[in-house]
């Protein structure tokens, strides 16, 4: 099986790496697509696959074409290579909000899944949820489907507008989960540490709670109330919270990602 991937961005990379590590494809059946000079001769140092820097006959070789491009990109991208793909060939675009739909028009294909990971895939911790089209085969969802595994966890999805959903929740979810953190440090700080104290404080707190989590089956709710005791001091920020409105707030904001997303997509 002969691999391109589109775009040697954070993405793309994780994927070319993935494929490699998981023995999915050798160095000599992966094709890179990257048009910037600088980031094409990094690859090409890291030894990962065979790296070009424009579209031509060899994108008809692959066998699945992955497209890792930012959104914005695509417009530019999809008159470019659209010349060189082939009806049979199985397209899996990564892209937050490019619909099935815009890719098979844009491209003239029918086999597209189309998957939204998230950043920790790069540890083979990602989270991605994918669907297909109706042109895609149980044989070549499945290759898909061994693919994506090679990052982490996997959902696959009947509905596309779920492709949407997941990318407010566990797609953007990596970057709430940091700003959160940040918040911790940043408070560590005001309450009188320096900052590699603050910094140890809120890491090893989000460690060894996400440690704890996986050990035992309690729910986030349960654990909760293990940690704030009737009238003490987590009673109090959590009481905090609720008078804040927080967890509105923030349900606000997983839904301003979800419209986003929805945007893109029209
Ligand atoms: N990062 C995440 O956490 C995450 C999570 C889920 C999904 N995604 C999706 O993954 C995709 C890639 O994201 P990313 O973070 O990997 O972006 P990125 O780091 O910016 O990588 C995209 C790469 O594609 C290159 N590129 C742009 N146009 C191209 C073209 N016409 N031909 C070849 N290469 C081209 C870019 O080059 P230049 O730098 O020169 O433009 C860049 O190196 C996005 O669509 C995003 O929605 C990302």
Redesign the pocket.
């Known amino acids: 099986m002969k691999i391109l991937v ?7 990379i994780t994927y070319a790496k993935s494929l490699l590590n998981a023995h999915i494809v050798s160095n000599d059946s992966l094709m890179i ?4 000079n600088e ?1 094409a001769e990094q690859l090409k140092a890291l030894n990962i696959g065979t790296i070009y820097g424009a579209p031509g006959e060899y994108v008809k070789e692959a066998d699945l074409i992955i497209l ?4 914005q ?1 695509s417009e ?2 999809f008159p ?1 290579i659209k010349g060189y793909i082939d009806r049979q060939q199985v397209v899996l675009s ?3 909000g490019i619909s099935i739909d815009t890719i098979s028009q844009s491209l003239d294909c029918k086999k597209i899944i189309r998957a ?4 920790p895939a790069q540890v083979s911790s990602g989270m991605t949820v994918y669907t297909s089209s109706e042109d895609v085969t149980r044989i070549e969802l499945v290759m898909v489907q061994n693919i994506l595994n090679s990052t982490g966890k996997t959902i696959y999805v009947d509905q596309e507008k779920l492709i949407d959903a997941s990318t407010a929740i566990s ?1 953007s979810g ?1 970057a709430y989960v940091f700003f959160y953190i940040q918040t911790l440090i940043d408070s560590a700080q005001k309450l009188g540490f320096n900052k590699s104290q603050a910094e140890l404080l809120a890491y090893t707190t989000f460690k060894g709670t996400i440690n704890l989590f996986n050990k035992h089956n309690f729910s986030c709710e349960e654990w909760i109330s293990k940690v704030a005791s009737r009238g003490g001091t987590t009673e109090a920020a959590l009481h905090s919270f609720r008078n804040n409105e927080v967890k509105l707030k923030l349900e606000e904001a997983y839904e301003a990602a979800f419209l986003r997303a929805r945007e893109l997509s029209n």
């Not at 697509?33 to 910037?36: C, P, Y």
Request: net charge positive; hydrophobic share 40%; proline share 10%.
């Open positions: 589109v775009g040697g961005g954070n993405m793309g697509l990257e048009k910037s980031k890792a491009v930012k959104p990109d530019v991208l470019k990564i892209m937050a939204m990971p998230n950043l797609g990596p």
